[in-house]
């Protein structure tokens, strides 16, 4: 009796270890699942969040501040975050980069003050929003917007001039997808 508990025990695990293996994964990049740090899943870098700098810090650096304002499970910031990661690899020196979670509007509600870093929030993710060095807005836009615009807005932000060079073809959010890990 005790050999064929033992052996009902091995094919129960087997099998359920069988089944866990063969699972197919539940998210991808073109749904609104969860399936982690969507930076560090889908734009190949994790170390954006969490943001280093808060806008007052910026402030004080006098550095523009990019606000982004984004969910984990939404289909669009997957597709936004490898725009977000150029602009780190291009900027990182010159601007603050401050992703914050959407849901983190939903637990300040009702706080006053409300943190600055929450203030421009209208509810769409993604949101992106770029401060100069004053705390002025200069770019609020809503949807997933291609590192060209806000390579535009930054240049002009930063008062540099425009960076001619023919290899340098900065990702767009819409254009077919390599993969869904690398974009």
Do not use: H
């Not at 050999?3 to 749904?31: F, H, K, N, S």
């Not at 943190?115 to 002025?136: I, K």
């Amino acid at each position: 009796m005790l050999r064929i508990r033992r052996w009902l025990l091995a094919m129960v695990v087997g099998l359920g270890l069988i089944g866990g293996i063969c699972l197919p994964v539940g998210a991808t990049l073109t749904d609104d699942r969860y399936d982690g740090n969507i930076f560090a899943l889908y734009g190949g870098n994790g170390s954006l969040v969490p943001a280093r700098l808060s806008i007052a810090q910026s402030r004080d650096l006098a550095r523009p501040a990019v606000l982004v304002y984004y969910l984990d499970d939404s289909a669009d910031c997957k597709r936004f975050s490898p725009v977000l990661n150029e602009v780190q690899a291009f900027y990182s020196r010159k601007v603050s980069i401050i992703p914050v979670p959407a849901d983190l509007v939903a637990f300040a509600e009702g706080r006053n003050p409300l943190p600055e870093e929450l203030r421009f929030y209208r509810g769409v993710v993604p949101q992106t929003v770029v401060l100069d060095v004053a705390g002025d807005v200069v770019f609020d836009r809503e949807g997933l917007v291609g590192f060209g615009e806000l390579d535009g807005v930054f240049q002009e932000t930063l008062g540099l001039a425009p960076v001619v060079n023919p290899k340098i073809k900065p990702r767009d959010p819409n254009a077919r997808q390599i993969n869904e890990i690398n974009p």
